[in-house]
């Protein structure tokens, strides 16, 4: 907990235009350590793909345009492109896909603290669970798997698509068959902090394995002007430097 603590306020050190009574934040807020529940999916992908691979190559372009009252002609370089149908096949073995189960910790915040090391996960134990909260799940685990089947596939569509050569493509078509699938039901340490900073409620998260912090924080918008002015100043400061060294002349600012 102390180290969570002393995290928050690094973090907080580090943000750009904000309060500067947010410090203080930093150092105050209590944390609620949480398990949240997971789901872990396992699964043997086999995609088979087709598409048009784009080989680009440049040709040289004649073209007529006006100068001085006449028409003239003139050459360019132009890109194009040739295509070709493709097709190939991939495998592809997906370990520990994480889904979150949980309905009380912010999604746009989770989503950024999960770089979680399952390889480090340990069998239950009810003596993990002392001084600790320790959230039910609000999906089951079909609802689970739909939502890891549907990313394997967008993963799967990905990788497949940098699989066709050439220097693009189009019409990317994927078929994926996924076998050998698996899950795990685990719990996964959080610790987490709200605090109010004018009458609104922010949330800060903290993985409990990694360290890692994501959170909200409110923005100082005198700071924002004031850095706005600073680079306009430094602008016009720049220019006027630059005319000064060219030997140009200076606008400046007379009355009337």
């Not at 994927?174 to 987490?192: A, E, G, I, N, Y």
Request: aromatic fraction near 10%; hydrophobic fraction near 35%.
């Amino acid at each position: 907990g102390k180290v969570a603590q002393r995290a928050i306020a690094q973090w907080v050190r580090g943000l750009w235009f904000r309060p500067s009574d947010l410090q203080r934040m930093g150092r105050t807020q209590r944390l609620v350590g949480i398990y949240v529940p997971y789901y872990t999916y396992d699964a043997h992908v086999e995609s088979a793909w087709t598409a048009e691979a784009g080989y680009d190559y440049t040709e040289t372009e004649t073209y007529e345009e006006r100068e001085n009252g006449e028409t003239v002609q003139k050459t360019r370089e132009v890109t194009k492109t040739r295509w070709e149908s493709a097709s190939g096949a991939r495998t592809d073995d997906y370990d520990d896909i994480l889904i979150c189960a949980s309905g009380g910790v912010p999604r746009e915040l989770m989503g950024q603290v999960e770089n979680f090391d399952t390889r480090a996960l340990v069998p239950y134990s009810p003596d993990y669970l002392a001084g600790f909260l320790a959230e039910e799940s609000a999906i089951d685990v079909r609802q689970g798997w739909s939502r890891a089947e549907s990313w394997i596939r967008f993963s799967q569509e990905s990788r497949c698509g940098s699989d066709v050569p050439g220097d693009r493509h189009r019409n990317l078509q994927v078929d994926s068959q996924l076998s050998r699938m698996t899950f795990k039901h685990v719990l996964l340490p959080l610790w987490v902090a709200a605090y109010r900073y004018r009458d609104r409620t922010y949330h800060v998260l903290i993985n409990g394995q990694t360290g890692r912090v994501e959170g909200e924080a409110p923005y100082s918008v005198a700071k924002i002007v004031l850095f706005v002015l600073l680079i306009a100043a430094l602008l016009v400061a720049a220019y006027v430097l630059l005319q000064t060294m060219q030997g140009g002349d200076v606008p400046t600012l007379r009355d009337g």
